[in-house]
């Protein structure tokens, strides 16, 4: 009975990846960055309604999820293990895969504000920096994330107040999917509280009209492995 629910099981999941324009679409979210569904259906070459009933059969089967920001609607592959699998079945079919090529502004793309927190390719940058150091890990189901203790030593000994980031009345830390990298850069009470102590630190430079950020030549001698300058 086990082996009969496992085959089934397979065979709708092949059957949803099997569609030529479901196939465009997860090999497109192959390269890590979240799309709309207007985005996917421009990929898969299909009008909008067709798009959604795609993507409402591929998260039925567990292959896409959907993250609401703000207004917008992504979707993204639901996990590590999808892309494994996906990527398998490419190299069986011999086919490559394109590249993610954003249309945003090269100033935004580098660096911006994304309200209170640092944005951009050096907000993903230490998004992924503080979890490569160990210093924050996954949380609590959804975009939720946790300060581990050598974390907070860490960010305290730079002059982050951990304590008066977790008495903030707001999420303490989160993932917060990335306009231009379509990949999470770190939101919540940490991370504008990161983005206050490179301020304060001359790490970042903020413009005085607009969300533009600029990395300092001061943050790629005292920390750029927080930036991704290493």
């Known amino acids: 009975m086990e082996t009969t629910s496992a085959d089934s099981h397979l065979a709708r999941l092949a059957g949803a990846i099997a569609e030529p324009a479901r196939a465009r679409m997860l090999c497109c979210l192959m390269d890590g960055h979240a799309r709309t569904a207007t985005e996917l259906a421009a990929v898969a070459e299909v009008a909008a309604s067709t ?6 059969r591929l998260r039925e089967q567990r292959l896409v999820e959907l993250l609401p920001q703000g207004k917008h609607r992504y979707f993204r592959l639901a ?14 079919a011999g086919a490559p895969r394109g590249e993610f090529r ?20 050096a907000g993903v940058a230490l998004h992924d ?18 300060l581990t203790p050598a974390g ?4 305290e000994s730079l002059g982050l107040d951990v304590a008066q980031a977790r008495d903030a009345r707001r999420r303490f830390a989160c993932a917060c999917l990335d306009w231009s990298e379509r990949r ?22 903020q413009a005085l009209d607009g969300r533009e950020l600029s990395i300092t030549p001061k943050a790629e001698r005292e920390m750029p492995e927080l930036f991704g300058l290493a």
């Open 51 to 56: 798009a959604s009933a795609h993507l409402a």
């Open 102 to 121: 954003p249309s945003t502004p090269p100033r935004l793309r580098a660096a911006r504000t994304c309200y209170d927190h640092m944005a951009g390719g």
């Open 129 to 146: 920096s503080l979890f490569g150091q160990g210093w924050l890990r996954a949380g609590a189901p959804g975009n939720d994330c946790e």
């Open 184 to 205: 999470p850069h770190l939101g919540g009470a940490l991370g504008a509280a990161c983005l206050q102590l490179s301020l304060r630190r001359g790490w970042v430079r």
């Open 152 to 155: 907070a030593l860490a960010l």
């Open 79 to 92: 996990g590590s293990e999808v892309a494994a699998a996906l990527e398998g079945l490419l190299v069986v």
